[in-house]
């Protein structure tokens, strides 16, 4: 990936005596082969996913437990470093980029299963259980953990919780913040706090959904109660194919309205399936301007009526071939399409930019052809991957960076579909996070007294903003920073409280 | 009812320099007849559904819109004013009981339907819109609002919203919380901002879960956008009677782990059923020592699927007697009996206290046997209706007020059940809220660093406290009252940060 990338690496021992100060006495708790300074061994954590940002961290901290991640975030408070976490390092906002002069937690080596109490489905887990572990550790009970971002197979449970992660089966089942019902939470002044647990809506407020998605930024969760889905007795699967996109995106409201909820529609257009199908020979049907890929998951009784419903609705929209599974092998192919999609147009072109924004699942139809004509427009090709039924869209901006100016070209398009979500009353990003990413993009989306309400919470956690600076904030608060505020004025009073008067 | 009654009524014109100041300002902006003075009319609001608690408020005012909200809100905080906002009245744990030298600002004449999306599923309701009236508005287009507390003929969206209530149909379809999108808000300053949205899932912190059941210590919520869920195509239910309260329970949970995900299981015990067939004559089976009331909606194809399983699943665990409802008028008379069960106990009890607590599903058998245990060593009768399917119970401690000593003993009872509910890991509350009644359990549920955190919160809102005072939080926290803080240190570092070192 080229980009925008931002490598300010030398940073060697340097960084300042308040960052030496903490690396020397972590390293007397903890022990030397936990706090890792060697240049070359902290430049391997430099970036996440989303690898057009780079930043070496000051430090490197692989903690074991509660106890080392409570004891790095209170030295980092003592001296006022910058601490972020980290899970797997899958994330695609640069949600986990690390600061040059501060400390990255990194803590995938906390990934034991504490509990898994299958009678009230749910488990307690470390934040570095990779999402499939759990699955496949609950699964001979019948259950299993339903979110599940491609990057299930490597991605960290704490990091999910951190970005609130989504996934194909999300319209049905949720993000993860549906799956949580407990966080163990070392605050940025170092505290151990319990926050809701196993049992649902518990009283006081609803800090788990804060926290959730909060980035990193309230805090670093060291545990995790979680549901436990229930494994269907059934799933069955189809691919439709359809001449146009609009008749894609009528078939996928006509199911919605119907009343029955997939547990996943995606839909990819010509552009995504010529890849698929040069990549991985998916073998799905010639002609097709778009396709569906429609699951239903739950009681066999329920799946058998819903699926005739919706090879019906399909059709009804303009299906010219509806494919049904019909076994594992055939399910396991219409999804090989699916699922290499993002990869295979790696193979029709250098570069690519992976968007991710929302809409409402009406405006489909007519964000799309906007999509084309802003492509069309600029010179450059627009694949559509995307999750149809909850209108989160992954269009993926083709360029090759070895052209004159191409890369400005590209992330002006994936630009001008971010306005294009805002303009219908969607959103900057759907399932990836703001991170470091689209910092920037917040204030197209919120009002300054919108923000200031977020940041006055991030206040109450985080004064000294040590915890993942430079993350969702674009213009972080400082946050005793007003002249003259009285010790108790109130932190939000921007517009004059006498204003009746 | 009897019992914790702190009436302190006198408070006429008195209450202080700086309420007076507010009524002035107020009535000079919004008009005589929208700030209310008058004793006798200010007495009309003294309590909600929780009678046992009675606070006549220094100043109504009845707002007609969010500028009149935002306009008493300013007032109340340039003069340290506290302030109450009130929907329909009908909370359960003094969670709108007034203050005697604030404002109580009544939300019911904002009861306007603003808009209607029945394709993306959303309604944008003013907070004082019947919860029925928004499913009367919506059903001609196929769509309901899904919460529906038993108090739903008359209780508010906003009501809904401040206490996160719930519902006989939660287990499928969740709380208030899994309702709403997007909410504006007058925060404690008089700011008006928005949270949320249409679309699922936005970017940065999710404000709008603390703010669901926040109880109206956060702001004075101003509008709420709300999912619209789809009806059912078909809706059957069933009543299975059983020779124990263990036996229904089995069937519960064997319900369950079969994957089925009823709209509700709804359990009563022999003495609320005895209690019912006195009053409405619903023609239970003899000889019940508990009956669960099931109801299945979906697809036709799922429901008739899973309906033959739940009648299965009942009769494995010992049911001696399922009843099908064949029509309408069947399926009302089922729950004909479950509906009248709380008013029925009033026909056998002079008095009786309504206790509200969450237990794991799984610890139902047990939980029941020692709230009986418990009953019976205090000469106290406890009748239990209760939403099994998730825990949450509803034990009616019966008295009779007018014998020494009697309130006192009850009390205990219901005290004991909480402490019951809190030892199996459950909660002091499912559906009814912490108000006033319950803040002096809190401590119980939390610790120290779990309240400091939400107080930290409440601060980065409401830092003097104006926003529902005495609501949830035992011993509200005074936001700048540490001696020697200096500005900008960390709120929440009670425990020194140093402690590495």
């Given amino acids: 990936?080229?980009?925008?990338?931002?490598?300010?690496?030398?940073?060697?021992?340097?960084?300042?005596?308040?960052?030496?100060a903490v690396t020397a006495g972590l390293t007397a708790v903890l022990g030397g082969d936990r706090?890792?300074?060697?240049?070359?061994?902290?430049?391997?954590?430099?970036?996440d996913g989303l690898a057009a940002y780079r930043v070496v961290p000051g430090v490197v901290v692989l903690a074991r437990d509660a106890a080392d991640v409570a004891a790095t975030v209170r030295a980092?408070?003592?001296?006022?470093?910058?601490?972020v976490a980290r899970g797997s390092g899958t994330g695609l906002s640069g949600g986990a980029l690390p600061h040059s002069e501060g400390v990255l937690v990194v803590m995938s080596q906390m990934r034991d299963i504490r509990e898994i109490d299958a009678d009230a489905q749910r488990a307690v887990?470390?934040?570095?259980?990779?999402?499939?572990?759990?699955?496949?550790?609950?699964?001979?009970?019948?259950?299993?953990?339903a979110p599940d971002p491609s990057s299930q197979s490597v991605c960290s449970i704490g990091g999910n919780v951190a970005e609130n992660s989504g996934g194909a089966h999300c319209l049905k089942y949720g993000f993860t913040t549906n799956h949580v019902t407990g966080l163990d939470l070392v605050t940025p002044a170092g505290e151990q706090v319990e926050i809701g647990g196993k049992a649902p809506d518990p009283p006081g407020y609803d800090l788990l959904g804060a926290l959730v998605g909060s980035e990193g930024t309230l805090g670093v969760v060291t545990s995790a109660t979680v549901r436990l889905t229930r494994l269907p007795q059934e799933v069955r699967t189809l691919l439709a194919a359809f001449r146009t996109i609009d008749d894609a995106g009528a078939a996928t409201s006509a199911i919605i309205a119907a009343g029955v909820i997939p547990a996943a529609i995606e839909m990819m257009d010509a552009l995504s399936i010529e890849a698929a199908e040069e990549a991985v020979h998916c073998g799905y049907p010639d002609g097709a301007g778009a396709v569906l890929v429609v699951e239903l998951d739950g009681h066999s009784a329920d799946v058998a009526g819903e699926f005739d419903d919706v090879v019906r609705l399909c059709e009804a929209s303009g299906a010219f071939e509806v494919r049904v599974a019909a076994d594992d092998a055939e399910r396991a192919l219409i999804w090989k399409g699916r699922k290499s999609a993002f990869a295979a147009v790696g193979r029709i072109s250098p570069d690519y930019i992976v968007q991710d924004g929302v809409i409402p699942r009406t405006a489909l139809p007519q964000v799309l052809r906007r999509i084309t004509e802003l492509g069309d427009a600029a010179g450059v090709r627009v694949a559509n991957v995307f999750h149809a039924g909850d209108g989160n869209l992954h269009p993926l901006v083709l360029f090759d960076g070895s052209q004159d100016g191409a890369v400005e070209r590209a992330e002006g398009v994936a630009g001008g579909i971010l306005d294009l979500c805002l303009e219908h009353g969607g959103s900057i990003?759907?399932?990836?996070?703001?991170?470091?990413?689209k910092a920037k993009h917040m204030p197209r989306m919120f009002t300054a007294d919108d923000l200031a309400v977020m940041q006055a919470v991030r206040c109450a956690f985080d004064p000294e903003t040590l915890a993942n600076p430079g993350k969702i904030f674009p213009t972080p608060r400082l946050c005793g920073e007003r002249p003259g505020r009285r010790q108790g004025e109130h932190p939000l009073s921007e517009a004059g409280v006498a204003e009746v008067f």
Avoid: K, W
Avoid at 3 to 20: I, N
């Fill in 76 to 83: 980092c408070a003592a001296h006022g470093v910058p601490f």
């Fill in 429 to 437: 990003t759907g399932e990836h996070g703001v991170g470091a990413d």
């Fill in 125 to 145: 887990v470390d934040p570095g259980v990779i999402n499939l572990q759990l699955t496949a550790a609950t699964s001979p009970d019948g259950h299993y953990f």
């Fill in 1 to 20: 990936m080229p980009g925008r990338t931002s490598d300010q690496a030398p940073a060697a021992p340097a960084a300042g005596a308040a960052l030496a």
């Fill in 35 to 47: 706090v890792v300074t060697d240049h070359a061994r902290r430049r391997t954590y430099e970036c």
